[in-house]
């Protein structure tokens, strides 16, 4: 870092104050940036070391993944106990207590509609994770194989 430092410093002293002291650069400029290039020889210098999968966005990545099949999980749990092909359901439920002359009469009707609604939303969250799941893990496996090529 202080060899950018030093770059940085020595730039800064190069330039010269205008008429009104702003200490605005003179000519184009292409001097200063050949200055900030670096030797070529020394390429070897921004190689990356280490495992990167471990470390950066990679990891945050993965971490975000396993978070997000978590999610599904339970996700998809609550959307079949709200609205599941089996009996146990919220709505199956209910539908067992809708009974006419009863207190429960009618409220099948009344919530019919919503809790297919919230079951459907709750299931195209899942979907919408998925995608994203299946995007994070192309684009890290991306990563991982230049990454390798490159090593």
């Known amino acids: 870092m202080d060899k950018y430092k030093d770059i940085f410093t020595r730039i800064l002293n190069e330039r010269i104050d205008d008429e009104q002291g702003l200490g605005i650069p003179t000519g184009d400029g292409s001097d200063e940036f050949a200055q900030t290039l670096g030797n070529p020889d020394n390429a070897s210098e921004f190689e990356v070391e280490g495992n990167p999968e471990g470390t950066g966005e990679i990891s945050q990545a993965i971490q975000g993944v396993e978070q997000a099949k978590k999610w599904i999980a339970q996700i998809d749990e609550f959307a079949n106990f709200i609205n599941g092909s089996d009996g146990n359901s919220l709505h199956s439920q209910i539908a067992k207590l ?3 002359n009863t207190i429960l009469s009618g409220l099948l009707n009344q919530q019919h509609k ?9 299931r195209q ?11 994070v893990d192309n684009k890290v496996q991306s990563v991982k194989a230049t990454t390798s090529n490159t090593v």
């Open 98 to 100: 809708d009974k006419e």
């Open 125 to 135: 969250i899942n979907e919408d994770l998925k995608g994203a799941i299946n995007t």
């Open 114 to 122: 919503t809790l297919i609604k919230i079951a459907a939303s709750l």
